[in-house]
């Protein structure tokens, strides 16, 4: 197939890429494109002790850093959410504005009735937003685009699949011959795309963790903090007051580039290949 083949509407553009060997993959009911090494690696992910321990090597993120660390960290995966999600709507639910320890300048320049007006306006939010995840409602916009960008692949394990940038949207990355030819789509475009053979690819896969400690072996450069308003400022103060009430959830992305290696449910996944993995690590 050509790209001159490719029937597109006015909104989709049309590409060509050469990627390594990708063949389909389901994902939560999803079918997408995916290398085997990503296959092999979300299998085993899949297959891991629930709530088991592990370790990864390596680790740079990106997030946050003009320059990434690497970073050394022991975690547990493989959780209910649900637990975490019902836990930290309590927490909110009891919080009050005399709990709070307000230090941001921008927080401190309101009078007390504002800052008192702003807690409510944004722990009602958080509240409502945490009510949500709980009864498993999708219907907002930000949940809307999460579940066109990132598919489920069991419990504590996602992938992220490929996008493009296009001013200022993010759009859907589709092929229907395993990445020989692209397109990429828009976020209301892309289940009727995949209904016609064209599936997006995965990007890297993610695993949800709970980290339990952390060695730092290089150094990162953070980016600068960035210039928050009033609302922002006070869900973070919020998020702080919190804190010792619930337990921090947070995903790592595992791309062959981004970790050394990882040990979990007994096996050891090399990065370099991914798929690669050696059973009965201890």
């Avoid at 960008?149 to 200022?168: E, R, W």
Wanted: charged letters at 25%.
């Amino acid at each position: 197939m050509t790209v001159s083949q490719i029937p597109v509407t006015s909104t989709v553009r049309a590409g060509v890429i050469q990627t390594k060997d990708l063949s389909t993959f389901v994902c939560d009911n999803r079918k997408v494109y995916a290398t085997e090494d990503q296959i092999k690696l979300i299998e085993c992910l899949k297959k891991t002790t629930k709530g088991g321990y592990a370790t990864i090597h390596g680790y740079k993120p990106t997030t946050g850093y003009v320059t990434s660390p690497s970073i050394d960290c022991n975690f547990i995966s493989r959780f209910s959410t649900m637990n975490l999600y019902k836990r930290k709507l309590k927490a909110l639910q009891d919080v009050k504005f005399n709990d709070l320890k307000i230090t941001a300048p921008k927080l401190l320049s309101l009078d007390e009735t504002e800052q008192h007006k702003l807690f409510l306006q944004c722990v009602g939010k958080m509240i409502d937003s945490m009510k949500a995840s709980i009864d498993g409602n999708r219907g907002d916009s930000n949940r809307k685009a999460h579940d066109v960008f990132y598919a489920n692949c069991g419990m504590g394990v996602k992938v992220h699949l490929c996008t493009q940038k296009k001013g200022k949207e993010t759009r859907l990355v589709l092929t229907n011959d395993g990445g020989q030819t692209t397109i990429d789509v828009s976020k209301e475009e892309a289940e009727e795309m995949e209904s016609k053979g064209w599936y997006p690819i995965i990007n890297s896969v993610m695993l949800s963790i709970i980290e339990i400690s952390r060695k730092i072996v290089i150094e990162g450069q953070k980016k600068p903090a960035p210039n928050s308003g009033p609302k922002v400022l006070m869900d973070n103060t919020i998020n702080e007051a919190i804190k010792s009430k619930t337990v921090s959830m947070k995903t790592i992305s595992l791309k062959s580039d981004n970790f050394d290696s990882l040990a979990i449910g007994g096996d050891l996944l090399d990065a370099d290949k991914a798929g690669n993995i050696e059973k009965g690590v201890q």
